[in-house]
């Protein structure tokens, strides 16, 4: 989904070809769609298909990819909607024609010219990247250009996760760029972390010329090959004459369906050559139009799971990262549909954000550091309806034990990910906003009356009493946790955008930083990528300026892309990045003294830097906490600086991280902590 207005010049048109049941209502819902919206089509026609079915034919210009994309989203939850079909149109030939911030005449505009001006249309505003030999004509291209701008990373790796940071705080499709060889295999791992929390990336790599391939050249690498896993889709473009037809086409693939990375190899050459006439022609972006759009939802499948959540005396509701993918609309879908089943609700470590953590309906993050009540709702109910979440192992724990009296509805994007891990009694193949949207039309047009959920809520109440997350705060040297409880009750009023790299900081986060909305958490999940937090923060800093962006990081983590602080340096980006500092790999040690009878093999750093003086070598205010009487002078000092901030919080080294569902254990079976046994 794209905020930016279409560039003026690109003068894009959508055409929308609906396919709907033949009844009087319908096309008027579909009107008022359009005009709750406050979109005017340029023309609307209505034809008979056959006897039970109509065709809506209408034109639409002047609104943004945003707006349209709810456009489409509203009209697709319609329940006599049967098939939903749309293009745009891309005049890119007047573009190319009128250059910004150009003065080249049209023979010397290139291929690389081409690529960008396509981005640019695409609504992309900005491009993380390094370069090098293979890729120079893109770099020499961005130089002659205004509509894109590009930051500076340093690391091909970090360039993967700001584009993540960028993408998942915005609902934009991120855009990375990476040279040929080592360039582009240093974007193996943030593309395989895009792939595993499905979010929407397009890198484009340079690669060697085309008379090279295949002759060991220098910097050369099978990058298709090597990226095959790691990607949603990847190509190598070896014709000049679709140029930017393969630039669209790969832009839509990272969009369509589950979101994910989609990694585009441009030979020297082809970036080089001289764009021809057919390559300023219209962008035909509606390539992969059938993998953009859903079979519709089977009406029977949403009556049928209305009547067994009717039927629920303890149901449940578990969120996962599909509803934030969906945009702010499942959000406030799953809030109202929630609010009408009264029923508990609890989410993944990717899923937070997308249900307000305050509202009362809320009880938590589930899986191995989860809430106990989370934990043991989902083992409990006896319906539990699942919403853009994969049934992830650090969730169900051993499958054998996973909710077993409970009747399971599945709505996900990713039809192979429906009964791939638990059967389930419905699968819903469909959009999280355009499901929950049809759940609440049966759900209020059912006559059947809901059975009293108050014993199932004093149920909940009795796990609560656990205090799952209780512990004891140290006047002195503080406690981790207890530093990120403090931290997040200092910056919450702020609205922040928090990322993390990935160990016991990463879930003391996600236990103790409460979103009431999406976009605001950052984080890996499914890959627990370290080195993660400082190049997505990276990413929400460039897409928000005006935001409060901190990563939580450990000493450990924060040095695997620690050289991302120039990056900091050179933007004058105000991310703070707060080190809690045990001088330990936390997570690891923890493990190694639980499952390894406390050897704690290479899971101490013998050396690490001086934080401090190292934000200071490059130009930025560092801080430091020994104690916890320095912390809120700290913390004040922080947010009163305009520019990036690191500060080294100095923590107990032997903390745990609880609730902790051991490996191998039934998702019930948690071990709590020291004050709550």
Known sequence: MLDTPVPARSETTFTLSIILLNDSNTPLRILDAYSALGVLPDHVSLSRKNQSELHMHSDIAGITYAQFDRLLKRIKALP???????????????????????????????????????LADLGVDTVFGYPGGAVLPLYDALHRQTRIRHVLVRHEQAAVHAAEGYARSTGKVGVCLATSGPGATNTITGLTDALMDSVPILCLTGQVAQPLLGTDAFQEANVVSLMRAATKHNCLLTNADYVASSVSSCFSMAQAGRPGPVALDIP?????????????????????????????????????????????????????????????????????????????????LMGLGAFPANDPLFIGMLGMHGAYEANRALHECDLMLNVGARFDDRVTGNLEGFSPNSKKIHIDIDNSAIGKLVSVDIGIHADAYSALSQLIDSWNASPRSQPPLDTWWETIKGYQSQNCFAYKPNSRRMKPQQAIDRLWRRIASHNPIISTEVGQHQMWAAQFCRFDTPGRWLTSGGLGTMGYGLPAAIGAQTAHPDALVIDIAGEASIQMNIQELATLAQYSLPVKVFIVNNQRMGMVRQWQDMHFEGRRSQSYAEALPDFVALANAYGMLGL????????????????????????????????????????????????????NH
């Open 80 to 118: 006599a909607v049967l098939d939903v079909s749309h293009r745009a149109h891309y005049a890119s030939q007047k573009m190319l024609q009128q250059p910004t911030g150009m003065q080249a005449n049209q023979e010397e505009k290139t291929n690389a010219d081409v690529i960008l001006a396509t």
């Open 268 to 348: 020297k050459d082809i970036q080089s050559a001289q764009a021809t006439e057919q390559l300023a022609a219209p962008i035909p972006t509606a390539v992969l139009q059938r993998a953009r759009t859903l079979p519709p939802i089977q009406v029977k499948d949403i009556q049928a799971a209305v009547s067994l959540l009717k039927r629920a005396k303890k149901p449940v509701i578990y969120v996962g990262g599909g509803v934030i993918n969906s945009g702010h609309e499942a959000a406030d879908a799953l809030r109202t549909f929630a609010r009408l089943l009264r029923a508990p609700v609890t989410s993944t």
């Open 624 to 675: 430091r906490i020994n104690l916890e009487e320095e912390f809120d002078p700290v913390i004040s000092q922080m947010l009163e600086h305009n520019g990036p901030v690191v500060i080294e919080c100095m923590v107990e080294e032997d903390e745990n991280c609880f609730p902790m569902m051991p490996s191998g254990a039934n998702h019930n079976e948690m071990i709590l902590g020291k004050t």
